[in-house]
């Protein structure tokens, strides 16, 4: 299998180039570097890459933007945030505007290739510090009565997208309901595609906030 590919867009650029030595140490080949928001729309739209590695706050155009234009322009190419902030307004914005991930900076480095990894892979990664606090606000805000979604679903479809708002994985999914890892996967593809949601943290944010869940 050919190796990773990414482009890291962060305006530090001692953070940007000791991230591109760990990927590059990890098996990651990093084509690309941008050090803002329109940089790194030029470097993703001329080398392709698989995942775009993203600081959400630089100077020039928001970060939201960025991963709405990439989704736009290049929906092959998944984007990670890697950012400083914790703020739920940052997260819940850039999860719905189409990032496939957000790992906090100061997360072990382990964590944060797992998670370039992962979104490659068309999975969902979220630090559970963040994930935590991400449902605990949505629940506090929304109302929890059902809406429309919850009757399209089936009992086993909302048991799936319970271990899914849980932050699990296929895997962990298939062990808790005794299903095989592949019909977990099957599953969770027809809650996003029920749900409208373009990922797994998509999905969970919309459960929760229209009370399926």
Known sequence: MPPLRAVIADDQPFFRQGLASLLRTSGTDVVAEASNGQ?????????????????????????????????????????????????????IGAILA???????????VEEIVAGVRAVAEGESLICPLIAA????????????????????????????????????????????LRIGSGTARNYVSSLLMKLDAQNRVQ????AVREGIV
């Open 203 to 206: 999905a969970a944010v919309r």
């Open 39 to 91: 940089a790194a729309i030029d470097a993703a739209e001329e080398t392709r890459p698989d995942v775009v590695v993203l600081e959400l706050n630089m100077p020039g155009m928001a970060g939201v933007d960025v991963i709405r234009r990439l989704a736009e322009r290049l929906p092959a190419t998944r984007v990670l945030v890697l950012s400083v902030s914790a703020a739920e307004a940052d997260v």
């Open 133 to 176: 606090m991400l449902v605990k606000r949505v629940r506090e805000r929304e109302q929890t009565s059902p809406h429309g979604h919850s009757a399209a679903l089936t009992a086993r479809e909302l048991a799936v997208l319970a271990l899914v708002v849980d932050g699990r994985t296929n895997d962990e999914i298939g062990n808790g």
């Open 98 to 108: 189409g990032a496939r991930g957000y790992v906090l900076k100061d997360r072990p």
